[in-house]
């Protein structure tokens, strides 16, 4: 007689936090979990992570590392974000680092959250750096998959830990363009030393118009 022993079926989710920052490192996250428990994440009320307040994310954050089978974080410097976009590749930056992401991970399926305006071009891209499995990746999955609301809040919580660390020897407030403190900062910082510090992003536009302005 012979018996054939079930094999796990492993899901994961990839989401990034930090993309539109100025400061900081974009973080890049990922979590495993075998299909069958998928929906403990959302009884556990696991959802996208710009929904839930910090103390929310904290708190589920122990809660999912506790529940899944593996996650990864990855974190992109500035200086490298800043090399890619000069040469208008941060989409490509983005899917790579996913693909490791995934490659770490080795799921049997992985849902992404697109950066780029067609899905289907950035997830064929992941699935040739990553050769693993099959690639789903679709806008908004973060709101639309738990596995991918999983991972972008693990991605959230490491991503505001890092600025939480800038924090302890600058006020640089948000961390978004948007934010005249953050900018104020910024600007401060490259009158007094003629350079932003190494934790901002100079291939942004405010940036480049701030160090221009100085010429």
């Known amino acids: 007689m012979m018996f054939l022993r079930k094999c796990k079926v492993l899901i994961c989710g990839v989401d990034d936090a930090g993309r539109g920052s100025v ?3 974009l973080v890049i996250a990922g979590i495993s979990i075998e299909r069958n428990r998928t929906r403990r994440l959302s009884e556990m009320g696991v959802r996208d992570s710009k929904q839930l307040t910090a103390k929310a994310r904290e708190a589920l954050y122990e809660k999912i590392l506790k529940v899944v089978d593996g996650y990864y974080v990855a974190r992109i410097s500035p200086r490298m974000i800043d090399r890619y976009v000069l040469k208008n590749g941060l989409n490509q930056l983005e899917g790579r680092y996913m693909a490791k992401v995934i490659s770490n991970l080795r799921p049997n399926s992985a849902y992404v959250d697109s950066c780029d305006v067609n899905p289907e071009r950035f997830g064929l891209l992941i699935s040739k750096l990553a050769r693993i499995g099959k690639i789903h990746s679709s806008h908004h999955a973060d709101a639309r998959f738990p596995v991918v609301s999983a991972a972008s809040i693990i991605a959230k919580v490491n991503r505001d830990r890092a600025i939480a660390r800038i924090r302890r020897t600058f006020d640089v407030g948000s961390g978004y363009p948007s934010d005249p403190k953050t900018m104020n900062f910024i600007a401060g910082f490259i009158s007094d030393h003629g ?8 291939s942004w536009r405010p940036v480049k118009n701030l160090l221009e302005s100085r010429r």
């Open 23 to 25: 400061i900081g490192p």
């Open 195 to 202: 350079v932003p510090p190494e934790f901002v992003r100079r």
